[in-house]
């Protein structure tokens, strides 16, 4: 399982999905993996296995690494901020 690579244990990710919508997770793994154990079924939410299409690491790059509960915050606050700007589905991981 490869980990992000840095002394921080978290980062924040963001795909796009078919019906047009955003998952906003965070993970400890590399983003491109865990986007792939999503859309195997393995540990996956399902709307990123059935829908997601591809992540957009414009959205989330530049504010990784982070610690976990930063990534917990951000996670929240660019769900919000997708809603407030009119995005029709936003989902977020689960607040583990």
């Known amino acids: ?18 019906c047009r ?35 957009l690491p414009d959205l989330f790059e530049h504010l990784n690494p982070l610690q976990r509960w930063e990534s917990l915050e951000i996670e929240a606050a660019l769900a919000d901020a997708f809603k407030d700007i009119g995005v029709d589905w936003v989902e977020r991981g689960p607040l583990t």
Not at 1 to 18: D, G, K, L, R
Not at 31 to 51: L, T, Y
């Open 1 to 18: 399982m490869p980990a992000i690579p840095s002394t921080s244990s978290c980062c924040t990710t963001a795909a796009f999905s078919e």
């Open 21 to 55: 919508g955003l998952y906003v997770g965070q993970t400890s793994r590399d983003p491109d993996w865990r986007f792939d154990q999503h859309k195997s079924g393995n540990k996956a939410n399902g709307a990123v296995r059935q829908f997601g299409v591809q992540l």
